[in-house]
């Protein structure tokens, strides 16, 4: 195993509240947050593992019930913003206000300070850097929204691969990639932790603690529920959504117990004051 302490994350939103598809829409499918959810949680449990679960603020007023016992079973509660909305079809002041929604929230939830936030679909971006400054006005320490590569949705792609400071008081921890002849290569989890062969997953993340580096894992409490409804979408989002789900829970049992992973304060220190 390991000897450096990763970040294990988790973006914790229901399987249709990822698709793209507006919350005034959301009404109409079914709730199963709470299935891929036992399920990840038992597995933590098994490794003796303390995440960082960035909840959003909607499914957290749904299931209040969930949130408070992720809490009392020592992870850390982020924010993932209220509505899901990607940040740069946002203004600045319907981002803050997205936020300030969740945080207060989360607040009345849970009874720790919210000092970590990822933004929906990592949509900070080139265009939407200003979402920084209205993090550090809220409060928020450290944020993981950054992956440093060039997606359709999101991405800086020559964003520093370690963390960073990004702004006083508030430190960037980018989503993890490996770097292959000049390009950065996403390994950091989701789909692209069922997508790739878990010996690459591996040999990314030791290639990244090698160099001295903390990775940033990231998985959906969706990703471990392979009976979630499967909707007719635009075949970029249908492939990666649903691609190899099956396999998700067998591969994370393997991944907790080939690294040392811990949550993002933790890893960072701002737990215990040494931020």
Sequence with gaps: MSEVLNAFTVDLEDWYQGLEIGPEAWGGFDDRLRVGSDRLLRLLDAASVQATFFV???????????????????HEIGTHGYAHRLVYQLDPQEFK???????????????????????????????SEWAFDVLAECGIECDSSVFPVQNYR????DAPRWRYQVRPGLT???????????????????AYFRIFPYTLTRYALRAINDEGGAAVF??????????????DLPRR??????????????????????????????VLGYENGIH
Aim: hydrophobic share 35%; glycine share 10%; charged share 25%.
């Design 154 to 157: 999101y991405g800086i792609a």
């Design 56 to 74: 959003l603020g909607y499914a957290a007023e749904r299931a209040p019930d969930l949130i408070r016992e992720i809490e009392d079973r020592g």
């Design 172 to 190: 960037e921890f980018p989503l993890s990639t490996y770097r292959l002849r000049g390009r950065n290569i996403p390994v950091g989890g989701g």
């Design 237 to 266: 989002i249908s492939l990666t959504h649903y691609w190899n789900l099956a396999a998700t829970e067998r591969r994370l049992e393997r991944l907790l117990a080939d690294f040392r992973f811990g949550s993002l304060g933790r």
């Design 97 to 127: 206000r997205d936020i300030e929604r969740s945080l207060e929230t989360l607040s009345g939830i849970v009874s720790g300070p919210i000092r970590a936030h990822r933004a929906p679909f990592f949509s900070i971006t080139k265009q």
């Design 218 to 231: 990231y998985i959906h409490p969706w990703e471990l529920d392979p009976d979630h409804p499967q909707l």
